[in-house]
Structure formats: C-alpha cells, structure tokens
C-alpha cells in the first residue's frame, strides 16, 4: 500500500498521447529527401517495453513523406503462437510519425489472452517503401545514463564472470560514445545479443541487468517482475531484459530544455543533462539507472544548487520524454570522503522533501563503492534493489524490498525521552534499521560518519547544524538528542560520506535521503476502548448488512481510469448478469482526483475536483448513471496529504471531502493509508470522516460505507509471511466513532498464486476481529483481503476457482476488478456460482477461518459458521501434487454427527455422512466447496 507514483506518471500518457503529433516535430528531423527513416533504436533483436496492466506502452517512431500514409504491422515469429497485428498512421507535414504498440497476446489453451512476449517481426511501410526488422521482443527496457561512468566497460576478468552468469535473454542496445553540439534524433547505437563486445558497455549498467535477471522477484522469467511469466512458459516464451547504455561524452547544455540549461546545472555549460538521452526518451522504459558522482564533485555547488539543477534534471527527462512513467535510481560513488561528496548527498536530500510524493523524485538511492566490475555483484545487487523497489515493490510490500522512507519528524517534550524522532514508513523497516559499520571502525558509525542528519533553524537556506549526539532505535523512530530538538525546524537526512557505514534496513538498503517539517508531538487520545460485545448469536441477523459486492477499478486498470470506461463496465456488470448476481458497487478507485480547487485565499484548500480530462462530466453525473442502472457508487480517497498515486489526500479536509462525496450521491468510499501515519493519527481522520458520512447517511436515509487501509496482523517476517495477533487496531477499527465498515488486513492483491494465499494467511490471523466475541469487534464489519483477481492474467482457472470459494468463505467484500470487455466466460461462471455467494452474503456475517486439514502436506479445511445451524467448507490444495483431503466432522466448529452435504460448485448433493467426507483427488490449487446442513 506504498505510494505508486510510477502509475500516476505513467497516466501522463494517455495526456501525451494526445499531443502527441504536436510534439512529433521536436525529436524527428523533417523528412527532406522523403526517405522512410527509423532511429537505429529500431533494428534486429530489439527489445520494447512491454505493455501489461498499467504500464506505459512502446512508440514505434520515425519520418516518412508529409502526409504519406504509413503502416506497421508486428507478425508473430512463433508458430505455435500466431499473432498478427496492423497499425496505419498519416505521416505530419513535418514527416514525424508514431504507432503506439499495444499488449501483444495470444489465446492460451483455456482461451484467455495470454502475454505475448515475442518474438515478432516488425515491418514499417509509407510510400512504397518497407523496413523490416526481425527478432523483436517485448520485455523490461531500462536505460542507464550518466557521465564517464558509463565508459567504464566491462573488462578483464570482471567480464568473464559476467559473461560466464549471462542468462540468454539480456539483450543490450549499446549507444557509440559521440559528441553532437546540436540535438539530433537520433543516437548512432546497435543491439547486441549475448556476450560479444561486452567489453564496451558499461560494467554498471551490465551488472544491474544481470543483478535484476538473478533477482526475478516474482519468480517465474529473466528478471521478469509482470508476474505474467508463468503462462508466458507455458508457451515456451520468457520476457527478456533490454538494456541501454548511453554514454555521454557529449553532455552539453545546448540539448537541455531551457530550463536546465538556465540553471548552468554543472556549471560552465559542461552539464548533467545528458544530451545522448534525449532521442532515446522517447521509448517507453521501466526504469533509469542514473549514475552521478565525481564529475558533479568537481563543480563544488551548494547543495540548494545543485538539488534545484537535480530535480529539473530528472523532471526535464521525464517531462520531455513523453512516455509516462520511469523509475529512476540515482546511484552514487560512495568511498570518497571530501566535502564535496558530502554536499552531494544533502543535495539529494534537499531535492527529495517527499521520496514517490513530488513529480521530480528519484524514487530510490544507490550508494555504489566503485562502478567498475571488480565489484559488480555487490554494487549492481544494490543497484537492482533499488530498481526493483522503485519499479515495482511498492505494489508488493511483503517482498519487503524497499529503501526506508523518513516519514515525518516531530519534537517530543513529554516523552520519557525527549528528542527528535525520526520515523520512517513502517513497511520499509520490517527488519528495524540499522547502521552498519566497517570491521573495526568505531568513529564512522557517529552521526555525521555513517548518516548526515542536519537541522535547520531558519528555512531550507539554513543555517544547517550538524547532529552531533548518537542516534539510537526506538521502535521504528530513530531519536536525536535533545541539544539537536532546540534547533530544528527542518531536517534532512542523507547517506553520509564513508562508503561502509549506512543507516540500512534488514535487505541492506539505505535510508533515502529526505528532508521534512519537524512537528510537535501529537497530543492525540485513542478512542475508548470497546466494551465486550454481545455473542454472535445473540445479534439481530435482519439488522446486518451482508458484506459489499460490486467492482473496483484498480487491479487491472490502476490509473487508466476515465468515465468512458466506467459507464461501458457499468453497462456490462448488467449485461453480464454480474449485477443481477449481487454485484452491485461501481466503485473508482484512484486517479479520478485532480487537485484541490482554490480557496478564498488562492491556495489549493478547497474541494477535491475529479479530473477534467478523465470526468469531464464530473462525479455528480457519473453516480446518476450509475444510480440509473440501480447501482451503488463509489470513490476513493487517502487519509494523508497525498493518495497512493500522488492525487490530493483527505487529511486536515475529511469534512469537507465527505460533504463533496454526500453532494455527488456517493455510496461507498474507500480510504486509502499511502503516507498514513501512526494509529493516533489514523484514528482522527476515520473519526472525522465517521461523523461526516454518518450525517450523510442520516439525511439521506441509505447507508454510507466506509473501507479503511488498513488493520492487519502484528508481526510480518521479511519473507512476507505473518505471525501473531491481530494488531491494536483490531480493538476499536469497528467500534466507536472509528467504525469503519471494512478495512483492508494485507497487501496489494496480485494476480499471482503466493500472493492470494499470503492474503488468505493475514484473514486467518485476523478472524478473531470480524467474528466477535470478548474483544473482537465483528459483527457487520469485514475483514478485507482486497479485491478479486478472477478474471486478470496470472492466475490458471483453478487458481481463480480456489481464489474466489476462498473469498467467499472469508466472508469479506466481494470487488470484481478486471476487464469486464474481455472477460472469459470460465471466469464470469465463476464470478456468478450462486452457491458461493450465498456463502459470502450469509446474514450471520461471520469469517470462515482454517480449522484444520493436513497443513505439512498443503491440504487446508477452511470452515464458516452459517445461518440456521449451517456450514460452509472449502477443502483446499495449496501443495503442488493432487491429493485427497478429508474432513472429519468432529474438528468442525459445531460439533455434530451425521451432515447432508451439496457441492457448491456443482450444486449436487452428496447425501449424508455420519463422520468424515473425504474428497478425492483434489488438483494442485484446486478447491472442494460444500455446504453442510
Ligand atoms: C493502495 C491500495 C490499492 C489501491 C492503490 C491506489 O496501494 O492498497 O488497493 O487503492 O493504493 O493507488
């Protein structure tokens, strides 16, 4: 539940999509002679950013004759998967042209789309003449940048062993050092598979390819972290990494916008915009390595300086390049103790004040001992890490790979210790921080040595004082002494000089530097603790509302979201019978927001606007056709200053955007907790909101819900699995004037096997809180283990039948949440069992919870508690071999000889059985559903 920003970003295309011809003309040379050119980018075995959910698509792009019609069309080289696609464009009058290439997929044996990866031919047309190039794959592109850095090759021994650990499939698009005093549109370069001629390209950029090809977070292709490599080998296909390396002997201030170039970034004209990138920025990447250092020392600048030329560096790439979204990971040299290296660093943290929150943000920070390959595998291994983290762990925060985040600072006086604390985000200190020493060094681990923590009095123009007294842990905030708390009303914090000595989380990857207000301490209540609750039993059941179902936007869409979109899905929940099935919830998720209107005073302050280019006809409207189709609707919205997308936040403006929610008939909204802070602050903005909708509610005479992020189990291991008791907020997240309606109890939902049982496994530790009893908060309130992934790419059909019984007998909401045009009738069978959702909707309100089975041997009894005496089941096979599992009815919540059983799958009776069931042959993944009566 980490801030993406990189979706966010990533939206800005369908924006540049638009201006896209306009733009046409700034990096394609007019087509004098008339001549079909491509930039050399485009050649034999190339490789493009894939497109899959969300992220930004590939621009195939060139000149042709004014006005000339030209076409593409990308063939499958793969017989066993055809594929065959044709683009047609008009050249502009300045020759500029551009296809924007969509997923490539190809029906799977069950008949779903399954990814593409390649390879195709593709061949380009426009009058009369054709290019063709061959051996074209859709994969993970990033682009290493930087200055001399980049010349250093891989070499010597060094390159043997890269070349010895190479996977087939790192393919390297390497750019001829060159020096161009004017921009052109294109950069001389040419791809190279395999090893060969390893010994120009850059050790970093090579080994940050081969550290990410190791590293294959989602386990299944070459470093392919989609998560849709597993179908992709059913057939024989994996995603390949592409890599480009662009030296840039040529830097000079004549190819940055005018911008940069004002800011002398650099000084002396000899800048950090890397001209060599520009032609390149117009591909769509995954991520940018970044590699600055000693030649930026040699220009000495103040850190303000050089944050500004920084931040307008990486924002003149991105704004530029017209793609959407990249990571981009800054590395650094990291052994030098000058000054100046110093300034380096406070530069970087000055030029963050919210890491994934601001436009210009380089999303993480590498500290590289050396860039060439006598020590590949440790700096590229922090490099990928990095990378892996800006691109993509923050939709998986149990792999817990991510640089911990200062999140806010404040000055305690009534503490038993007073002091600075510094907190950073929970998730990103799972394993605690840490400051590493070198082997024997008892000076570097000081503050100043293996951290620069400064404060200032004034503003950012300082002064700026060095903390000087030892930081110790307290939880997850580390504290300053007091002497340092007189001082501050800002502080930064950056990795400090010595290149051994970090402040690290448990995955060794440093603090990102930051720079944050200093607060004073919140003086906040908890809610009263709850009472003891009534029993189950005793509850009126015709008073409890059944858990919501409906659909949300974000698993397959995230942020491309716009109110075309949404009415067709709208039509086609009816179309589908998916509403008459009980889906009745329309629910946006986010990226719907704009900004904050002005206030009286001229500052964003007033009422959240949903965006203009994506609702032009505004949330009022939309919630009347919605409503129209005897739907319900809703919104989301983030309790902190900025959603997960970096769209405006409710906190410190809960009333007001609860009344704007109540203006526009809204029905539902969802609060996210990207940013959220601690408990006590959590609790306020639910409390606002409660007393908002409540009113709402009260005058509307409908119920208006409210779904919390989040409330999950105490204690999660690094390997993302959990232990423990439902946390604190298990206590009051249902009661009081907190009572959310639902809230969230694990991670991001990824259409991936481990990640639904990961979900699975936080709702089991969670169950004591949905199903009440002393201390428990339940009754009419859900557990939530987010939305369904039945229908997306990732997950084989029995997976989808497993997720959704499992779903179902959780007893939480039920959220649709896939592209309902393409949806496969398997999966809307699936959707619709009515066994199911009679499960789900059972007016006891219960959580079905694990209440046995042989767990060594992955076969799982999971069990809820019904209405009239009743049971529902799901025998579940989590091993990878078929097996049988049995029930013996003796272990079963009531206790009773002699059930009549149905099959909720099939609706079949399986008559009566006085001790045990046992169901047979059960396949890997797959489920058993049955009611007991
Ligand atoms: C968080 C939530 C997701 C989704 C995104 C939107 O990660 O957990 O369900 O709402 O934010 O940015």
């Not at 066993?80 to 464009?89: D, E, K, Q």
């Not at 698009?173 to 001629?197: L, Q």
Request: overall charge positive; aromatic content about 8%; charged content about 15%.
């Amino acid at each position: 539940m980490r801030s993406r920003l990189r979706m966010a970003r990533r939206s800005l295309l369908l924006l540049a999509t638009l201006s896209f011809s306009a733009h046409a003309s700034a990096t394609t040379t007019p087509a004098s002679s008339a001549a079909l050119t491509l930039p050399s980018f485009f050649s034999d075995g190339a490789v493009l950013q894939v497109y899959d959910e969300g992220d930004a698509r590939s621009f195939v792009y060139g000149t042709a004759a004014p006005a000339s019609s030209v076409a593409l069309t990308l063939t499958s080289s793969m017989p066993a998967m055809p594929f065959s696609r044709t683009y047609r464009t008009m050249a502009l009058m300045d020759g500029g042209w551009a296809f924007q290439i969509d997923g490539t997929y190809a029906p799977d044996a069950q008949g779903r789309h399954a990814p593409h990866y390649g390879p195709f031919s593709v061949t380009v047309a426009a009058g009369g003449e054709r290019r063709t190039f061959s051996d074209v794959r859709f994969g993970d592109v990033y682009l290493c940048v930087g200055g001399e850095q980049m010349l250093r090759p891989v070499v010597g021994a060094g390159a043997a062993a890269a070349a010895a650990r190479a996977p087939a499939d790192i393919r390297r698009f390497e750019v001829a050092a060159a020096s161009s005093a004017a921009p052109s549109s294109d950069v001389r370069g040419a791809w190279r598979i395999g090893t060969a001629s390893l010994a120009n390209f850059s050790a970093l950029c090579y080994g940050t390819a081969l550290a990410l090809a190791r590293m294959d977070p989602a386990g299944n292709g070459v470093g392919n972290t989609t998560g849709s490599g597993k179908l992709c080998a059913a057939h024989r296909c994996t995603m390949p990494i592409g890599v480009i390396h662009a030296a840039a002997e040529s830097t000079l201030a004549a190819w940055a916008p005018a911008a940069v170039a004002a800011k002398a970034c650099g000084g002396g004209g000899s800048g950090r915009f890397n001209g060599m990138l520009a032609p390149l920025l117009r591909l769509a990447l995954r991520g940018v390595v970044y590699a600055g250092g000693e030649a930026d020392l040699a220009a000495k600048m103040a850190p303000a300086t050089y944050a500004d030329c920084f931040a307008q560096t990486v924002s003149a790439w991105r704004d530029s390049g017209q793609i959407g979204d990249f990571a981009v990971v800054f590395t650094q040299l990291g052994a030098s103790t000058s000054g100046a290296a110093s300034a380096l660093r406070l530069a970087q943290a000055t030029a963050l004040p919210r890491p994934f929150a601001e436009a210009n943000s380089i999303d993480t920070t590498a500290m590289a001992a050396r860039y060439d390959t006598s020590n590949t595998s440790e700096v590229a291994r922090r490099v990928a890490l990095g990378m892996v983290h800006a691109a993509y762990s923050k939709q998986e925060p149990g792999w817990g790979w991510s640089s911990p985040v200062l999140e806010h600072v404040r000055v305690s006086a009534n503490e038993v210790a007073h002091g600075v604390f510094l907190s950073f985000a929970a998730t990103e200190v799972k394993g605690g921080l840490r400051l590493v020493d070198r082997p024997g060094c008892t000076i570097c681990c000081k503050l100043g040595g293996g951290a620069l923590v400064q404060a200032s009095s004034g503003g950012l123009s300082g002064p700026w004082h060095n903390a000087t007294s030892l930081a110790r842990m307290r939880g997850k905030d580390w504290v300053l002494g007091a002497r340092f708390a007189a001082a501050a009303r800002l502080v930064r914090v950056a990795a400090g000089p010595d290149a051994d000595c970090f402040l690290y989380n448990a995955n060794g990857m440093p603090v990102l530097p930051a720079i944050a207000n200093v607060t004073a301490a919140e003086q906040i209540r908890l809610p009263e603790p709850p009472g003891i609750l009534a029993s189950r039993e005793s509850y009126d059941a015709a008073a409890i509302t059944p858990p919501p179902m409906g659909f949300n936007t974000w698993n397959r869409w995230h942020c491309w979201v716009d109110e075309r979109l949404l009415k067709q899905t709208a039509d086609l929940m009816v179309s589908l019978g998916l509403a008459a099935a009980g889906y009745r919830s329309l629910n946006i998720d986010d990226c719907w927001q704009s900004q904050r209107a002005l206030d009286a005073t001229g500052r964003h302050n007033g009422t959240i606007d949903a965006d203009p280019t994506r609702f032009p006809s505004g949330l009022r409207a939309f919630s009347e056709y919605v409503h129209a189709k005897n739907m319900s609707f809703g919104v989301y919205t983030s309790q902190s200053e900025v959603t997960c997308q970096a769209r405006p936040g409710s906190w410190e403006h809960e009333a007001l955007d609860a009344k704007t929610y109540c203006d526009a008939d809204v029905d539902y909204i969802k609060i996210d907790h990207c940013g959220g802070g601690q408990w006590s602050r959590n609790n306020i903005s639910w409390m606002l909101f409660r007393a908002a909708l409540d009113k709402c509610a009260a005058k509307r005479k409908r119920k208006f819900w409210m779904s919390c992020s989040s409330c999950g189990p105490t204690k999660c291991l690094l390997d993302g699995s959990c232990v423990g008791k439902p946390s604190g907020c298990g206590q009051w997240i249902a009661k009081g004037r907190v009572s959310c309606d639902l809230w969230r109890t694990g991670g991001d939902i990824q259409a991936r096997w481990s990640s639904i049982m990961a979900n699975l496994d936080m709702m089991q530790l969670m169950a004591p809180v949905q199903n009440a009893g002393p201390g428990g908060a339940g009754i009419g309130h859900f557990n939530d283990p987010d939305m369904l992934q039945v229908g997306n790419i990732g997950l084989t059909i029995l997976e989808q039948r497993s997720h959704m019984a499992l779903w179902c007998l959780l007893g939480g909401p039920l959220l649709i949440s896939t592209d309902l045009k393409q949806i496969s009738a398997p999966a809307v069978a699936i959707l619709k069992t009515k066994g199911l959702i009679d499960l789900n909707q059972d007016t006891l309100a219960t959580q079905g919870e694990r209440i046995g089975g042989n767990q060594t041997f992955g076969c799982e009894v999971w069990c809820k508690k019904l209405s009239g005496g009743r049971l529902g089941l799901v025998l579940l096979n989590r091993s990878e071999e078929t097996s049988d599992i049995t029930v013996t009815f003796a272990d079963l919540i009531i206790a009773k000889a002699g059930w009549t059983l149905t099959d909720l799958w099939t609706e079949k009776s399986l008559g009566k059985q006085a001790k045990s069931y046992t169901a047979q042959a059960v396949p890997s993944h797959g489920n058993v559903a049955l009611l007991l009566v």
